[in-house]
């Protein structure tokens, strides 16, 4: 089984839908993250989570929301889906000890139309 | 000017022959640099990682690093068709900040 999971791993919206996307991690690590990847733009930084109690903006966590439920799961919503969201929706964790080898689920290919 | 800038290419090679991949930053304070791999429709993986001036060896992959000049490369020798990827740079300064990717593509 993979050690980092999302869901769904493809959405199709309409403009104004709230959506979730949800992460589960089995490799024990503290550190969550949520990016997103457009073309000709790499890896842009949404939110992460240090611990269950600390959440962080990333670079462009404007219409976005996340919530760490456990150590292990950490969901990304969409409270009002707008076209320009369109992208792949990446999940990564990492170790407290070793923060930046980040090991990242599958991706989440969202499209809002 | 974008924090971590990089080529978007896409860089084609021979096989065999030696592919550079370039990257600059633009904060002095950042302390150490990742090199991801990202195939076609995959996540990004961890090939390298630097964190002093110099070269960083491994397998057929160098990193190299000058500080002074807010540059980091990769160096990929007797590049193989299976190299063919986006090769992302990330810079840490205080969370991984991502370069645009430089797609590689190895001509058999």
Redo the contacts between chains.
């Keep these: 089984d993979a050690d980092v999971t999302q869901t769904p791993r493809n959405r199709i919206t309409k403009t104004g839908k709230r959506i979730m996307l949800e992460c589960s991690q089995t490799k024990g690590h503290d550190r969550m993250y949520w990016y997103r990847q457009d073309p000709g733009l790499g890896l842009r930084l949404i939110y992460y989570s240090f611990d269950v109690k600390d959440i962080n903006k990333g670079e462009i966590s404007d219409g976005y929301s996340v919530s760490r439920q456990a150590q292990a799961k950490f969901s990304l919503s969409l409270e009002s889906a707008i076209p320009n969201q369109t992208a792949l929706y990446f999940c990564a964790t990492s170790d407290w000890d070793n923060s930046y080898e980040q090991y990242f689920g599958p991706g989440t290919r969202l499209t809002v139309t | 000017q974008k924090e971590?800038e990089?080529n978007?290419g896409p860089l084609s090679v021979p096989e065999g022959a030696i592919a550079s991949l370039n990257c600059t930053y633009s904060d002095r304070g950042s302390q150490?640099f990742?090199w991801y791999r990202q195939y076609s429709g995959?996540?990004?993986?961890?090939i390298m990682?630097i964190y002093s001036n110099g070269d960083k060896e491994d397998g057929r992959f160098t990193a190299q690093l000058n500080k002074a000049s807010q540059y980091v490369s990769l160096l990929i020798r007797d590049s193989q068709p299976s190299d063919s990827a986006t090769y992302?740079c990330?810079v840490?300064i205080g969370?991984?900040?991502?370069?645009?990717?430089t797609e590689l593509s190895v001509k058999p």
Excluded at chain 2, 42 to 46: G, N
Excluded at chain 2, 95 to 101: C, D, E, M, T, V
Aim: no cysteine; proline share 5%.
């Design positions: 971590v990089q978007s150490s990742f995959k996540s990004p993986e961890l990682f992302l990330a840490n969370k991984l900040i991502f370069g645009q990717g």
